[in-house]
C-alpha cells in the first residue's frame, strides 16, 4: 500500500505525521493481507507496540508491506513493514514495524477457520516460528496459555 503524507495527517505545527494515522494504514494494510488469506472477513484482535524510529513529515511517500507469518485455526499473525521513500532520489528509509493478529469470521461475528498457511521457503518457515513464539509470549501475556484464539 502507498500513501503520501498531507497536512491533514500532521500535528500542524512541526509538520510531523500523527501516529494514530500511521497505526489505521497499518491497521488496513494489514487487514487487506489477512481478508485476502482468509478469503472474507477479519477482525482485528490485536496490534504490537509500534516504535517510530523517525519522523514521518508532510509530502512524503508512505510504503506499507504486509504478509501473513502464522496461522492458526481461526487466527493470523500479520507483520507489516513500514519506509518513506523519497519521491526525487528514491532512497527508502525505514520508519516502523507492526505484528497485528486478525480473526476470520463468519457472516454473524463468530470465528471461522482460515486455511492454514504454505511455507514455501526458508524464510516463511523463520517467519512462521518467530511468529509462533510471539504468539506464545501474547497469550501468556493475557493469561489464555492453551487458550482458542
Known sequence: M????????????????????????????????????????????????????SPVRVGEVVLLQAQVNYTSRTSMEVGCRVETEDMRTRTRRYVTKAYLTFVAVDEHGKPRPIPQLSLATEDDRRRQAEAELRRHARLQAAGREGGKQ
Request: proline share 2%; charged share 10%.
Open 2 to 53: 502507498t500513501q503520501i503524507v498531507m497536512p491533514m495527517h500532521t500535528n500542524g505545527v512541526a509538520g510531523v505525521m500523527f501516529g494514530g494515522i500511521m497505526m489505521q494504514w497499518i491497521d488496513v494494510c494489514a487487514g487487506v493481507a489477512a481478508m485476502r488469506h482468509a478469503a472474507g472477513a477479519v477482525l482485528t484482535a490485536s496490534i504490537d507496540r509500534l516504535d517510530f524510529l
